[in-house]
Structures are given as structure tokens and as C-alpha cells.
């Protein structure tokens, strides 16, 4: 009742303009999975704890005590016995971080606060452990999530990414509809593998993923379809990964394109392989020469590992020498203890996604819903790299794109850092020579550089452009919770600038 009035105005904006005016992704139902909805359990927690927490404190590592365990992959169980934190997003168990010394924490049923004659919960580990997040300072386990982070700046950290979203686009017009959705240029050779964004008609990002054109395979797995011809495998973030495959398949269904979308997120399992000994650790598991030369940056290959034949893609999210492992099911478990046992001489750990937030952001790399959204452009989003524009060939919201190109900007991400050792968590006011100019959308610690991180959009105080010569000429500040932060502007990340991390060159021996 609270929000009936808004979300029913912009309900009616969304109906008649195909798109909201505001941020609705948080009310939209298509992000979660037709399981989920329907799941009646799941409604039942989730509707009591949204209830019994409306007016609770919220903090920004806080999770649901309902509705867990709902979606698993099958590497679930051993990275909990490794003393796995979980996090929970639209129904999937994520690895958070990772307890250390023995001790584990595994997410119970849900006991309604004890009420409903349910029994509360006693000596319950993992609520134990949240409630250390439940501070607007560094939480106890800062350092346990740096330890991750500079393991996998300086060696090697293993990343459970199986919840992101797996999908194939195969058909007649599988090429054409690629062409459309996505903003990168993806008529490129088999074995490539791009980051595109993929917009909506006012030019907005909808979403952001990788696309690999690949070869048909012998259809007996889901990493080698068989098909005829053309079929570009996505990964997609797991967070979007639902909000992506509903924008895929009404722009097939609204342009007529003769094409379908697979999905086999179930199907397939992720490990992310990161950092400057990756390279050592997974060369004595394959005979594919995983040289700079014959597997670069940016492309993809089936190889096999312990016996398992799988999709290794050369990407990273953390700014690292790294590779992704798409996995089938079967074969998951296999290639992650193989991957483990290699790396234990070259000091392997397990990592989990508070770790990549950290690494991710001290990067400069975008998160869907936080520093890109469905209101901002590439252009904004200094993501103009991903946009065809020198090509010829039309894609959703160029004409948007073309426009703001000739006439530039009014709101322009930006980078900011801070001496002082306080946490940004976002929401942070942004002021440029003492003008309100923004507010930080995602903020972290970077371990690397021993700074907190914040990335905001700023815009003109008089609506003007915004350049990166505005940018750098001014002074700024960070107000955290009433207190004012003298801040650094970066219209680059201040980690590796020059990207050469993750070309593997490294300044010093691995």
C-alpha cells in the first residue's frame, strides 16, 4: 500500500512506453525463475521475513534467512564443508566468503523468528556470522575477504560463478538477432568471445555479458551442441541472468526473429580460475597450450581437464590472468578437485563473490544495477567501446547512441578514492567544488591499493556536458554519514590502467 501509487504510475508508463521512468528492477518480477515463484515455500518465508523486517535497519551485506537452499549447484555442498559463507540471489546459494580454521556455516530452514510455534534457532553459526555485517564500519571478516582478494591479485583463487546464466542462441536467424541485441560487433570467427551490452530502445543498458560464436559440437553435453548453423554461447551475470533472457526473448518475439534461447544455466557449472599462477595451475591439467599466443584474451576453446571435456573461456571479472571453466554438471566436481589439487603447491584458495565485488570495483569493472543500469547509456557508462558505431550495422538504441555521441554527455561515471580508512557502501553524496554532483552507486575496499573505491555518475550542476577534462578539473569531496572526505577523481581505474594484468604480463615473477 505504501508504494501502490508509484508503482502503479510507473506500471502505467511501463505499459504505454515499453519501459518505466524510474528504476522499477527491483519490483519486477521477471527477475526471478518460474521455480521460484511458483514455489510455495518460498513465498511463504520470503512473505513473513519482508514483513517481519519492514522497518529493520537495513545493511549492505545483510541476507534473507528465508527461502534459502531453494537453487544449488552441485559444488554447494564441499565449498560449504571448505567453510563457505552463502549469499542468496533470486533463489541461488552464491559463495560469500570463507570461514576459516575448520569451522563451517551451513544455512538452516527457516524458523520464522520463532514465531508460528516454530522453534527459534540456537547456536546458529551462520546468523552468528551475519550479524558481524550488521555495521556501517569494516565488518570482523574485512580481513578474511582481503586475504582472498590479494591471493588472487598475488597467486591464485578458484571462484564458483555456476549460478551465472548459460544460455545458447541457435536458429536461422541467430545471426540477425545477435546483430540487433547486441550492442558489440559479434560477427567475428568461431572461438572469439566479446563483452557486449545489449539496450533497450531509449538506449539504456539492460544488461551487460559476454558472447562466444562457436562451433557445433556432438550434442552429447551441454558444453557441445550439435546445431546448424550460426550459435553464440552468453554468459550472463546471475544477479540479471533472469531480467537478460526476458529482454532476449521479447526482442526475438517483438522483431520475428526466427531463432530461440537456450537455457542450461542448470545444466552447467562455472569456475573461475584467477590470477598471475592461474596459468601454471591449469596447463598441468590440459595438453591445449595455454599461451598468450595460441589461447589469448578474449576467446574461448573446448578443452579437457582430469578427462572432462568443457568450455575454457580467457575472461576475467577481477582484472587478473585468468580463465572460465563452463562445465556440465557431471564433469563439475572432477574439474574442481583437479583444479584444487593442481593449485595446493602454488597456494590455491577458494574466493568467494565479496571478494569479486572487491576485486571487480578496484577494477573499474561494471556492476549491473549499481554502476549500470537500465537508465544509463554506454556513452554515460564509458562504455562506448562495446558500440558498433564504425559499422554500418543497425542495433537496438544506436540511434539513441548516435546522438548522445554528436552532442555529448550530461552524466558521466566517474572514480573516486579516499585516504582516510572509512567504508563506502553507497549512497554517498558526491560534491565537486562544494555543488551536489552525484552519489556513489557502488563502493568497496580495494586491498590492492589500500583505498575504499566508489564509482558514481556526476552530472552539471547547470546541466551541461560532462568531459573528462570537467571531470579532472575539479575538486572533490565524499560526505559518509554526515562526515566530508577529501576524494580523488579517476577517469581511469587507478589498478592496472593499462590492462596489461590481464594480458598476463606482471611486473614481477610468478
Known amino acids: 500500500m505504501m508504494l501502490g501509487g508509484g508503482c502503479g504510475r510507473e506500471l502505467a508508463h511501463w505499459v504505454i512506453h515499453g519501459r518505466p521512468n524510474m528504476d522499477m528492477y527491483s519490483y519486477d518480477i521477471r527477475r526471478f525463475p518460474l521455480n521460484i515463484i511458483r514455489n510455495q515455500r518460498w513465498l ?32 554447494h555442498q564441499v565449498l560449504e564443508d571448505a567453510g563457505c559463507h552463502y549469499q542468496t540471489r533470486l533463489g541461488w546459494e552464491r559463495p560469500g566468503y570463507f570461514l576459516k580454521n575448520g569451522v563451517t556455516a551451513p544455512v538452516r530452514d527457516y524458523d520464522y523468528y520463532g514465531s508460528y510455534d516454530y522453534p527459534e534457532h540456537k547456536n546458529y553459526e551462520y546468523c552468528q556470522r551475519l550479524k558481524d555485517d550488521y555495521t556501517f564500519d569494516f565488518p570482523k571478516h574485512h580481513d578474511s575477504i582481503g586475504q582472498e582478494c590479494l591471493t588472487c591479485r598475488n597467486g591464485v583463487a578458484a571462484f564458483n560463478m555456476s549460478y551465472f546464466g548459460k544460455f545458447y542462441l541457435t536458429g536461422p536467424d541467430a545471426q540477425k538477432a545477435a546483430d540487433w541485441i547486441f550492442t558489440n560487433d559479434v560477427r567475428k570467427p568461431e572461438g572469439s568471445t566479446v563483452y557486449t551490452c545489449i539496450l533497450n530502445k531509449a538506449g539504456g543498458v539492460e544488461g551487460d555479458l559476454t558472447v562466444s560464436p562457436i562451433s557445433p559440437g556432438n550434442g552429447h553435453h551441454p558444453a557441445t551442441p550439435s546445431f546448424d548453423g550460426r550459435c553464440f554461447y552468453i554468459a550472463a551475470a546471475g544477479f540479471s541472468a533472469e531480467h537478460t533472457k526476458a529482454h532476449f526473448n521479447t526482442v526475438i518475439q517483438d522483431e520475428r526473429f526466427n531463432c530461440q534461447l537456450l537455457d542450461v544455466t542448470n545444466e552447467m ?44 573461456i580467457r575472461l576475467t571479472f577481477v582484472g587478473e590472468l585468468g580463465w572460465e571453466l563452463h562445465v556440465p554438471n557431471d564433469s563439475a566436481m572432477g574439474v574442481y578437485k583437479a583444479v584444487m589439487a593442481a593449485g595446493e603447491p602454488h597456494g590455491i584458495i577458494n574466493a568467494g563473490y565479496r571478494a569479486i565485488d572487491s576485486l571487480s570495483v578496484e577494477k573499474g569493472y561494471r556492476h549491473w544495477h549499481s554502476t549500470l543500469r537500465a537508465s544509463d547509456t554506454p556513452l ?95 575538486e572533490y569531496t565524499i560526505e559518509r554519514m554526515g562526515d566530508v572526505f577529501p576524494a580523488e577523481v579517476h577517469v581511469k581505474s587507478p589498478f592496472d590502467p593499462d590492462n596489461k594484468r590481464v594480458q598476463g604480463v606482471y611486473e614481477f615473477d610468478t
Do not use: W
Open 380 to 474: 554515460e557508462a564509458n562504455l562506448g567501446f562495446t558500440c558498433k558505431l564504425k559499422t554500418d550495422v543497425p542495433f537496438l538504441g544506436r540511434e539513441v547512441v548516435e546522438k548522445q555521441k554528436a552532442t555529448g554527455v550530461t552524466s558521466k561515471l566517474a572514480c573516486f578514492t579516499i585516504n582516510d580508512h572509512v567504508p563506502l557502501l553507497g549512497l554517498e553524496a558526491i560534491r565537486r567544488n562544494g555543488s551536489l554532483v552525484g552519489f556513489i552507486r557502488q563502493g568497496e575496499y580495494g586491498f590492492h591499493i589500500s583505498k575504499s573505491i566508489g564509482y558514481g555518475y556526476v552530472r552539471h550542476p547547470e546541466g551541461s556536458k560532462v568531459t573528462n577534462k570537467y571531470l579532472k578539473e575539479g
Open 44 to 75: 511463504d518465508e520470503a512473505s513473513h521475513e519482508a514483513y517481519a523486517k519492514n522497518y529493520s535497519m537495513v545493511f549492505t551485506h545483510d541476507e534473507p534467512l528465508a527461502g534459502r537452499n531453494m537453487r544449488k549447484d552441485i559444488l
Open 269 to 312: 557449472g562455472l569456475i573461475s580460475v584467477q590470477g598471475p599462477k592461474s596459468r601454471d595451475v591449469l596447463q598441468t591439467l590440459t595438453s591445449t597450450d595455454l599461451s598468450n599466443d595460441n589461447f589469448p584474451f578474449g576467446s574461448s576453446q573446448l578443452i579437457e581437464i582430469a578427462g572432462h571435456t568443457l568450455r575454457a
